[in-house]
């Protein structure tokens, strides 16, 4: 049997269409990428905003797995072995950020199904391929997504 590509274009599309839905009710992400595990195509998605920092990591996965189960093929989505949730404040969150939009100056975001990585060692970590949805330095600075943004509140 060939070996046939699980997470392909159309499926890193669908998964980036999720996490701009999410983005969209939530607040912007800081970084969100499609990370390849040690087993031959099996995939960890990787997710940090501000807004989950204090949502807490149970919450974040059970929103964006039920999108992902909307707008994933579920064959595709049977490669993603974890959802991980990490704080903006982690030290290999900043530097891929800082590798992808600083060093390499990509806007991950305008790269239709990821911007691709291979071989790139952060922090210790190997990552022998991965896709860049999101790496924006500058999320911790915007406002997050809330329903008391749009009110004014009045200081006596």
């Given at each position: 049997m060939a070996n046939k590509e699980?997470?392909?274009?159309?499926?890193?599309?669908?998964?980036q269409q999720a996490l701009?839905?999410?983005?969209?009710?939530?607040?912007?992400?800081?970084?969100?990428?499609?990370?390849?595990?040690?087993?031959?195509?099996?995939?960890?998605?990787?997710?940090?905003?501000?807004?989950m920092d204090s949502l807490g990591t149970r919450s974040v996965i059970s929103d964006l797995t039920s999108l992902l189960l909307r707008h994933v093929d579920k064959n595709s989505l049977s490669a993603i072995d974890r959802v991980s949730v990490m704080p903006g404040s982690d030290p290999f969150v900043r530097r891929?950020?800082?590798?992808?939009?600083?060093?390499?100056?990509?806007?991950?975001s305008s790269h239709k199904g990821g911007?691709?990585?291979y071989d790139t060692v952060v922090e210790?970590?190997?990552?022998?391929?991965a896709f860049v949805f999101v790496a924006d330095p500058r999320?911790?600075?915007?406002?997050?997504?809330s329903p008391l943004t749009s009110q004014k509140l009045a200081v006596r």
């Open positions: 699980v997470v392909t274009k159309r499926t890193r599309v669908q998964i701009t839905q999410l983005a969209q009710k939530k607040g912007d992400f800081r970084l969100a990428m499609l990370v390849s595990t040690d087993l031959p195509e099996r995939w960890n998605l990787l997710v940090s905003a501000p807004w891929i950020v800082n590798v992808v939009n600083g060093f390499l100056g990509v806007d991950a911007f691709r990585l210790g970590h190997d990552i022998p391929e999320a911790n600075e915007k406002s997050v997504k």
